[in-house]
């Protein structure tokens, strides 16, 4: 009933703003189903069927907020860019503030992007180039080199987990992953097992840092880590990026989106909206993450650290 009234109530247009998806997924948890719930399919592994209402204009939600509040405040860390969700939401917020950081970021913040390695070849963190062992082992290189320099917690954060397991294998390979753990322990964003997976993960690596060996540890951008937990102090003196976390093009809700906002960016008289174009919601939400996972180094006005981009 919820979202019947919804659909004919607050929805500018209910047949372009949601979409009906139905999705046919291998279970990759086959031993938390029960296997009379999910069909076999004809090599025996677990089928699973879902029907979603994907709505892709999230500016249906805010709506009732905006029209019935006096007042609305939006604060966060990583708003910005600012044009993007008053687009998103189909709000105007004729106030808005910027304000610097709140450390002094030429004395307690070190930046910069490596877009080389050590032998001069570039680093270009795109899906095919990331898969040349010269990436992989130059950016391996950058880490172990950071690994006996930066002192306490160092955080890596990979574009993807595709990018992650690509480029642990090779350093296993090589002998560089070793050399890394000999200088500090590691530990791994845990993909599965919930909030008590990560909290042990989180607890092991706090145990390193505490007890002086420091820690190593290997996320992903738009993962649990790069999003809501707090790295402050001797937790990460340094933050490690390795490429720009774009969404995934195969993912079908992406494209969703995409396809939705380059067909309401103009309008039917052909004016521009209101609405970001496919192409430039697609980016923000990369440099969004990217901000993102940036900011678990620097969490208060006495902290300090360094960043680097590696790409």
């Not at 930066?150 to 955080?155: A, S, T």
């Not at 200088?183 to 909030?195: D, N, T």
């Not at 940036?294 to 590696?310: A, E, M, S």
């Amino acid at each position: 009933i919820q979202l019947v009234g919804i659909l004919h109530h607050q929805c500018e247009d209910g047949g372009r703003d949601y979409r009906l998806v139905l999705a046919r997924t291998m279970d990759q948890n086959r031993g938390q189903v029960r296997r009379r719930q999910v069909p076999k399919d004809a090599v025996g592994g677990l089928v699973v069927v879902t029907v979603s209402l994907w709505c892709l204009n999230p500016g249906i939600i805010f709506r009732p907020i905006s029209t019935k509040s006096h007042s609305v405040v939006l604060t966060s860390g990583t708003l910005s860019p600012l044009d993007s969700f008053s687009s998103e939401l189909g709000a105007k917020f004729p106030v808005s503030l910027e304000s610097p950081h709140v450390v002094n970021m030429q004395k307690q913040v070190l930046a910069g992007v490596l877009s080389t390695a050590s032998n001069g070849l570039p680093l270009k963190a795109t899906y095919q180039q990331s898969s040349k062992p010269e990436f992989m082992d130059g950016v391996g290189e950058i880490i172990l080199s950071m690994c006996s320099t930066v002192p306490d917690g160092l955080l890596v954060f990979f574009s993807s987990y595709n990018m992650m397991d690509k480029l642990t294998i090779r350093w296993k390979e090589t002998g560089v992953f070793q050399a890394m753990t000999r200088l500090k322990p590691h530990v791994e964003e845990p993909r599965s097992g919930g909030g008590e997976a990560l909290k042990k993960t989180m607890n092991q690596y706090y145990k390193g840092i505490n007890n002086g060996d420091g820690g190593l540890f290997f996320a992903v951008c738009r993962g649990k880590v790069s999003e809501g937990l707090d790295f402050s102090d001797e937790n990460a003196r340094a933050v490690v990026i390795v490429g720009i976390p774009y969404p995934n093009l195969k993912d079908a809700k992406v494209n969703a989106k995409k396809d939705y906002n380059n067909s309401r960016a103009m309008s039917s008289e052909g004016k521009q909206s209101h609405l970001l174009t496919g192409d430039r919601w697609y980016e923000q939400q990369a440099f969004r993450a990217l901000n993102q996972a940036l900011g678990r180094c620097i969490r208060h006005k006495n902290d300090y650290g360094t960043i680097i981009l590696v790409d």
